[in-house]
């Protein structure tokens, strides 16, 4: 998913942006969290990288990356 992308989408829920397994845009309300989806011990977590449009998609995706 590109940036222009990213930054279009409204409707609230889990997005899903690619480019790092996990990385997650969270829409909800009108806020949009950057979180990375992960297992530890058989549990689904949900690590928080940052707000969208403080955090680029670029620096979440390298913040991902250095996470995994």
Do not use: C, N
């Not at 829409?27 to 977590?45: C, D, M, T, Y």
């Amino acid at each position: 998913m590109s940036a222009q992308a990213v930054a279009r989408l409204r409707e609230p829920g889990d997005y899903m942006v690619g480019g790092v397994p996990g990385l997650v845009l969270r829409i909800e309300g009108s806020s949009r969290h950057w979180g990375l989806r992960f297992s530890l011990h058989g549990k689904r977590r949900m690590m928080g990288l940052g707000v969208f449009p403080v955090v680029t998609l670029a620096q979440a995706r390298d913040m991902a990356r250095m996470a995994r």
